[in-house]
């Protein structure tokens, strides 16, 4: 399989080490098409059997598997300069966050599109993908398409394409949510006098142990909440701060405003 990436940044490029990490392709199979000429050299650097061009210079896309990967405030400008033409047989599969199928086919001018929607921790192989297809994609292309994604963690797919926008909302943006709710657990931690590093090591060891015990545990959260919480105890008495002051709706309104935002990115 031959693979161009259109967009080579954090995400394109952590899908492509993935891809050929797990030699899903070889490196002369790859192409990599940026915007910005000046990170030609240090791409280049990093995967020097591969092809590396701006998107100027492509005049025609040799590719199997078109993976368009800009940010999706930038597809129509992507979609205005792409000077080549799609073959008939060639796949698209959109990273972009709340662009639709039917967007990317009419603007594309393509009928064979993926839409997925990674996140973050592709990068270290641990992320979770959400993908679903237009009508027209065969079920071995299917599978080559999941192979590719469960190279960079897990995937699931979704026969309702609406329910990519929640996803989106609660697992792409979802990484953000956790540091910033950790970012405040080492901030109250150097508030009681306990030194940063020693903060933060307290704080990312309580998050990994937690992480581990609902993954090995056969209780329910809310049953994990209450071996923590001893009636009078410390815990409680955070929690019910957190009740008072209305965090869990916060957090949910919070989530359901990034799945509007995503909605609205498609407009």
Known sequence: MKIA?????NMGLSFSKSFLKYELIKPENLHLIIRNP????????????????????????????????????????LVQNIQFTLKENQMLL???????????????????????????PTL?????TGYTA??????SQLINIERLLNSTGRSVYLENEDLLDGVTALSGSGPAYFYYIID??????VEMGIEE??????????????????????KSLEELIKD????????????????ENSFKEILTQGILNAEKRAKELNS
């Open 184 to 189: 405040a657990m080492i901030k109250a931690g």
């Open 134 to 139: 237009a009508e027209g994609i065969s079920f």
């Open 228 to 243: 923590v919480a001893s009636k009078g105890g410390t815990t409680e008495a955070a929690l019910k701060t957190f009740e």
């Open 94 to 120: 959109s990273i972009m966050a709340g662009i639709n199928i039917e967007k990317i086919q009419k603007s594309m001018n393509h009928p064979l599109v993926v839409r997925a929607m990674p996140n973050s």
């Open 38 to 77: 000046s990170k030609i050299s240090k791409i280049a650097e990093e995967f020097p059997k591969s092809k590396v061009s701006t998107f100027e210079e492509v005049k025609e896309l040799n590719a199997d598997l078109i993976i368009i990967a800009v940010k999706p405030q930038d597809f129509q400008t």
């Open 5 to 9: 990436i259109l967009g080579a940044g």
């Open 124 to 128: 270290l192989g641990m992320g979770i």
């Open 197 to 218: 590093n020693l903060s933060k090591l307290f704080v990312k060891q309580t998050m990994l142990g937690a992480y581990h015990l609902i993954n090995n545990s056969e």
